[in-house]
């Protein structure tokens, strides 16, 4: 069967293997080292695997940031960049690929997805504003209550259940909105904004009839709407699987029809289509207008925004190649695989299964590890040592103290596994799964962790923690006599 000149394969008896329509032609070597060093390396990044150090880790599945393998197209592109501080060629390019794959008209290039974060929040929010989202991302609520705005998630109720088969959880329930406009009033309320495929609730997509409801609401208040696309691709896939009225749209239809409803789209290519760079795009000359001074402040002048011009050709590669389904849906493929069977083993693990990584329950993995003992953060240094696979803990470590200094509970404790396209395989994929099914097996084992050294602003980047008690060599003492000298 074709679809938009991808070729859908459909298996005979094993109807979950995803299947990768591309070849390897370049690779890094790997080691997977014993276990009494892995639990030496996590004692020295202080339990927190945002400080390891990659010698020491076997699967790196921190991030999809800056780490989804590259196309041969992406890397020949590099080489034909136009070195020019202003006017660059390379830049045109980009810029015509923005225009063509999200409709737009204006764009801003800025470093990476936070830069724009700053310019549209410095250039929109004022003190006392509050901004409406389906869910918030680290960086994004840093920088909005930087400039003195409160971030409101408004998503519908069935978003935080871990056990759903609700096929848009990042949607923005209209009712929550209706009422916050009647709580502060139109005028304190910038913009509302969308995430696409939702990071840190799982990577869950919402839909475009979400959408447009919620835009019906905002275009009656004057309200403008902000698309974080930096995960666009894959929602615009999901939209495509799960939302019948576009069963048959491509998927360069789709990501126009959610860029129309957008009045501002920001977005870090590091995800949606290279390793580097970010971008702001808009339909209107206006708000272009407002925020491009301020790019040469913070990033550099209009045709390279603080990215390489090689980057530059790579991210306009990426742009067309996000529009490919065989691209874009091999990373929820390998996730909807991995959550599939850790649920058959009875893990908990969020469902649907959604884009850049499986997402662990740990609150449901460890139940015996209070909250403010960080069970995100104890699963991810648990799993370390057991696999030698990296998570990134996605939960109250990386969350906030309040104004008395207790922990701000989050509302999800979850182990993030991120599958960034194209880079591990099937058999990997597989080993992780098994050694996720052995720490089930020994999870009483597991203990919780505390900080010893805590930055006050995004703490769960530098902040080193250690365990409440001297669990982590009882585990490894446990790994060595079920797998004797095997790594
Ligand atoms: C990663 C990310 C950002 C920030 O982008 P960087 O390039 O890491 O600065 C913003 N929003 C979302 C949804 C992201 O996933």
Redesign the pocket.
Known sequence: MKQNGATKVTFYHSPQIPLELHKVRIVQKLHLKPVDERVEAIKKGGFNTFLLNTEDIFLDMLTD?GTNAMSDNQLSSMMHADDAYAGSQSYYRLEKAVQEIFGTRYFLPVH????A?NIISQVFIKKGDVIPMNYH?T??KAHMELNGGAVHEIFADEALKIKSTHPFKGNIDAEKFNSLINQYGAEKIPFVRF?AST?LIGGQPFSLANMKMVKSIADAHNIMIVL?A??IGENAWFIKQREPEYANATIKDILNEMCSLADIIYF?S??LSSTRG?GICTHSKDLYLKMRDLIPLYEGFLTYGGISVREIEAMAVGFYETTDETVINQSPSFVAYAVDELDKLGIPVITPAGALGCHVDAMGFLPHIPQAEYPAGALAAALFIASGCRGMERGTISSVRDENGDDLLADMELLRLAFPRRVFTLSQTMFLIDRIKWLFDNRDLVGGLRFVEEPPVLRFFMGRLEPVSDWPEKLAEKFKSDFGDSL
Do not use: H
């Open positions: 940031s990476q997805g936070r830069a974060e991302f960086t994004t995430e990071n974080d930096s995960l870090s590091r995800k970010g």
